[in-house]
């Protein structure tokens, strides 16, 4: 047995000899609270990525990104009576848009002529 193994039973076992455990069973579904908890974390991971996109895009395309921001505080305002999974939704939506936006983006300026890793 390691040493935290031994630490963790020998915890327990202070625990139990001064009643604050018990030694039954119980069982209890958490399920929901998990969900509850998923999504508006996701939702925080999806506007960071958001984010860093947008920022990695900025000193190409200004404009574009200026737009992309305002429509995130659109889609941000006409969510908020929504539900998370629906918001996560309506912003997942809009990530991909981004991708795919950034994803041309860097094909374009891969292809340019005055591109430095194009020169011989």
């Given at each position: 047995?390691?040493?935290?193994?031994?630490?963790?039973?020998?915890?327990?076992?202070?625990?139990?000899?001064?009643?604050?455990?018990?030694d039954r069973l119980r069982l209890k579904d958490a399920t929901h609270v998990i969900a509850n908890v998923a999504v508006p974390a996701t939702i925080r991971l999806v506007a960071q990525t958001?984010?860093?996109?947008?920022?990695?895009a900025e000193p190409w395309a200004g404009q574009q990104v200026a737009a992309e921001r305002a429509k995130a505080e659109a889609i941000h305002g006409a969510t908020t009576d929504l539900t998370?999974?629906?918001?996560?939704?309506?912003?997942v939506e809009h990530l991909r848009h981004i991708v795919e936006w950034t994803d041309t983006l860097v094909?374009?300026?891969?292809?340019?002529?005055?591109?430095?890793?194009?020169?011989?």
């Open positions: 047995m390691d040493l935290y193994a031994q630490i963790f039973d020998g915890v327990v076992a202070q625990a139990r000899a001064a009643g604050l455990v018990k958001r984010q860093r996109l947008l920022d990695a998370d999974a629906e918001c996560l939704l309506h912003r094909g374009t300026l891969e292809s340019a002529p005055d591109n430095p890793s194009q020169r011989g």
